[in-house]
């Protein structure tokens, strides 16, 4: 894929999958300090009516933010699944089919490295790319923990 293009590739996906949450305070419930500015305001205070179609758009906002949300031991998951059996996997060998595996590659090296059973290590010598990224292969391998 050429660079203009995977670059134009990459921040649509950034785009898609760095959705902004915007949280606003309910006027009701911020307290001043003062009594008789807090007895002023609790008079004054309008509880913003939210409709039907407001909290469809938050509901459907917070589902994507979920959707696209994985935790290291989801993606650690998904590489030992990915090893079948081998005990070791490179990232150039895992597909990039749909989002939750385009995220797993992009955060496998992190996840790796932050999980006690895999060992990580950088490929110098062997290229990564595919649709999604190109740069540095990485090994990574189930770590054997010896007895005694």
């Known amino acids: 894929m050429p660079e203009r293009d995977q670059r134009a590739w990459l921040e649509r996906q950034g785009a898609a999958l760095a959705p902004v949450s915007v949280a606003l305070y309910d006027p009701a419930a911020v307290q001043p300090r003062k009594a008789a500015e807090r007895n002023r305001a609790q008079a004054v205070s309008i509880v913003p009516e939210i409709t039907r179609e407001e909290r469809l758009r938050q509901f459907l ?22 090893m079948r059996g081998t005990g070791a996997l490179r990232l150039s060998e895992l597909p990039v089919d749909d989002a939750i595996q ?14 006690e059973g895999l060992d990580v290590e950088r490929l110098d010598a062997e290229p990564l790319d595919n649709a999604i990224m190109s740069g540095t292969d990485y090994a990574i391998r189930r770590r054997h923990i010896g007895h005694g």
Do not use: I, N, P, T
Not at 61 to 82: I, M, P, T
């Open 61 to 82: 906002r917070q589902a994507e933010e979920r959707a696209f949300s994985l935790s290291h031991h989801d993606v650690v998951d998904y590489l030992l699944g990915s």
């Open 102 to 115: 385009a995220l797993s590659l992009l955060r496998a090296v992190e996840a790796a490295r932050d999980h």
